[in-house]
């Protein structure tokens, strides 16, 4: 009986132990009875997702073969490159841009303003010279002699200067500069006549307007020149003002009068005649206004006998 009772007491504890372990397989079952609805779920889209690859597969195998189809007509297509054709490509390939015609070589920029910057010097040469010397002889013009020697009186000297100061700006431009012109002697030629047209054209605004009128003019015209000679913007880049002023600037031929001597100009070039043929007639016609003007000086006005005084 006393071994009964203490088997009971064994089999009451393994009974318990039993009982916690069916509680735990209950819920370990259930547990595997969920995970498998996954497994099964997941399962069925892997199979669709199977499906969906096998189609994406077909369909890159025909791609494939298209771009094979495709690229193997190309290849029949494309241009064979052999012999002189390979190497009229391999120069082509090398240096794509090759310069066929060349226009103005300028080694360093003064060149490129010189013919601005010579005009003007040699426009601001009489401005000056007329500034210390008188434009016109009163005592010529009073004696009643011939327009033209009255003004042949002032207008010689001016020459004489004018030549001077083209041969100290030749010896500038071409020895101490080292601008290297394409016609030296031409340069020479060209800066005299220059500068004596430009003589003549300031003397006939000084015999017209007077002295102290005639220089307000010339500097006023220097300035409107200077914007519209094309010596260094483009008359088409200015307002329309500008270009006509460039239409009759006489800078502007003497412009294209110096750039012939510095860099040349092809025979079918019509500008350098053109400008020629312009400055001669700027000259001929501010001859013919200084002739008129000195003629009109020999009647006196009230002014003139009566001057305004000045302190």
């Known amino acids: 009986l006393k071994r009964l009772q203490n088997g009971s007491g064994t089999l009451l504890a393994g009974i318990t132990t039993l009982k916690d372990g069916t509680g735990q397989l209950v819920v370990a079952a259930n547990t595997a009875t969920d995970a498998t609805s996954r497994l099964a779920a997941g399962s069925n889209q892997l199979v669709v997702g199977l499906g969906d690859l096998n189609d994406g597969l077909v369909k890159l195998s025909d791609g494939t073969g298209e771009l094979s189809m495709s690229l193997a007509d190309g290849a029949e297509k494309a241009p064979s490159w052999e012999g002189d054709r390979l190497d009229k490509a391999i120069d082509a390939a090398a240096e794509p841009v090759g310069t066929q015609h060349v226009g103005d070589g300028l080694t360093f920029f003064g060149k490129g303003l010189s013919p601005f910057f010579l005009s003007l010097s040699l426009w601001f040469g009489v401005l000056i010279m007329y500034m210390i010397m008188p434009p016109f002889s009163r005592r010529a013009i009073d004696s009643g002699t011939n327009p ?146 000195l003629w009109a000086r020999r009647v006196w006005r009230m002014k003139d006998l009566h001057p305004e005084l000045t302190v």
């Open 148 to 293: 033209l020697r009255a003004l042949a009186y002032t207008m010689l000297p001016s020459f004489i200067i004018g030549f001077v100061q083209s041969i100290a700006l030749w010896i500038m431009q071409v020895n101490l500069l080292d601008i290297q012109p394409e016609h030296p002697l031409a340069l020479f030629g060209v800066m005299v006549l220059v500068s004596w047209v430009f003589v003549t054209a300031i003397m006939a605004l000084n015999t017209a307007l007077g002295p102290a009128p005639g220089r307000l003019a010339t500097m006023a015209l220097m300035s409107l020149q200077l914007v519209a000679s094309n010596g260094l913007y483009p008359p088409e880049v200015q307002p329309a003002f500008i270009q006509w002023v460039h239409s009759w600037d006489p800078m502007r031929y003497s412009v294209d009068l110096v750039r012939y001597a510095l860099f040349g100009t092809p025979e079918s070039d019509p500008r350098m005649w053109t400008a020629v043929t312009v400055l001669l007639s700027v000259a001929a016609l501010s001859i013919a206004i200084s002739c008129v003007a």
